[in-house]
C-alpha cells in the first residue's frame, strides 16, 4: 500500500508562485511515475505535470509548460511541484498520484488510468 500527501496549497495573488509537496510512503515505490493533476470546480480532472523515477525527463501540460517546474527528492520520497507565474486559470484542487509505466512518453503521463495511488488534494486559489 501507498500514500500520498500533499501539501503547500493556498491562496495566492496573480503572477504569484506556490511550492506543493507530495510526500510519498508505504510501500517502497521506486521505479515507476509520479504525477500532479488539477481539478477546478465543474470541470475534468487533468494532467499537469508529472515525472519518473530515475533520469527520465518530465512532461507538462502546455497550459504550465514554462512556468510550472516539477521535481522530486528520492532519499526523502517526497515530490515538489513548484509553480510561478500563477493565473487565475490555475485555480483547482491539485492532487499527486503515484502510477507505473511500460515506456516513458506522453501519453503514458497524462493518463490518469495509469497512476494507482491519489493524494486526498490540496487547494490552490489564485486571485485577479
Known amino acids: 500500500q501507498v500514500q500520498l500527501v500533499e501539501s503547500g496549497g493556498g491562496l495566492v495573488q496573480y503572477g504569484g508562485s506556490l511550492r506543493l509537496a507530495c510526500i510519498i510512503s508505504?510501500?517502497?515505490?521506486?521505479?515507476?511515475?509520479v504525477g500532479w493533476f488539477r481539478q477546478a470546480p465543474g470541470k475534468e480532472r487533468e494532467f499537469v505535470t508529472a515525472i519518473p523515477w530515475g533520469s527520465l525527463l518530465p512532461y507538462y501540460a502546455d497550459s504550465v509548460n514554462g512556468r510550472f517546474t516539477v521535481s522530486k527528492d528520492d532519499a526523502k520520497n517526497t515530490m515538489y511541484l513548484q509553480m510561478d507565474m500563477l493565473k487565475p486559470e490555475d485555480t483547482a484542487v491539485y492532487y499527486c498520484a503515484a502510477g507505473t509505466f511500460e515506456y516513458w512518453n506522453e501519453g503514458t503521463a497524462e493518463n490518469p488510468l495509469n497512476y494507482h495511488y491519489w493524494g486526498q488534494g490540496t487547494q490552490v486559489t489564485v486571485s485577479s
Open positions: 508505504g510501500d517502497t515505490f521506486t521505479g515507476h511515475m
